[in-house]
């Protein structure tokens, strides 16, 4: 089993920034990809950002690209997701998940972990 938990979630205004933190146990954190979902009230879960187990590839969706960075830390077992320019439509609760076998993209059911969420309101 690997534990997955988000942090850095808060309220912010328009324009501002926000750093999500996803702290890993119980796996060999290096040898995952990991990504960030994302689900607002009364949507989908969205695929927000990817990246492989030794950074050399990331992928973002189109509505947060050149806005959101996902990065990561193996030596801490941490990934990251830096949000910029945040618009209303970014406020949604915010999912780190991991996949073991080196995928890296948007199709949730590569995913075995997943973390329980941390929440980003953005007013306007």
């Known amino acids: 089993q690997m534990q997955l938990v988000e942090s850095g979630g808060g309220l912010v205004q328009a324009g501002d920034s926000l750093r999500l933190s996803c702290a890993a146990s119980g796996r060999t954190f290096s040898s995952y990809s990991m990504a960030w979902f994302r689900r607002a009230p009364g949507k989908e879960r969205e695929f927000v950002a990817a990246?492989?187990?030794?950074?050399?590839?990331?992928f973002y969706a189109d509505s947060v690209k050149g806005r959101f960075t996902i990065s990561r830390d193996n030596a801490k077992n941490t990934v990251y997701l830096q949000m910029n320019s945040l618009k209303p439509e970014d406020m949604a609760v915010y999912y780190c998940?991991?996949?073991?076998?080196?995928?890296?993209?948007?199709?949730?059911?590569?995913?075995?972990?997943w973390g329980q969420g941390t929440q980003v309101t953005v007013s306007s």
């Open positions: 998940a991991a996949s073991p076998g080196g995928y890296a993209g948007p199709r949730v059911n590569e995913y075995n972990y």
């Open positions: 990246i492989t187990w030794s950074s050399a590839y990331a």
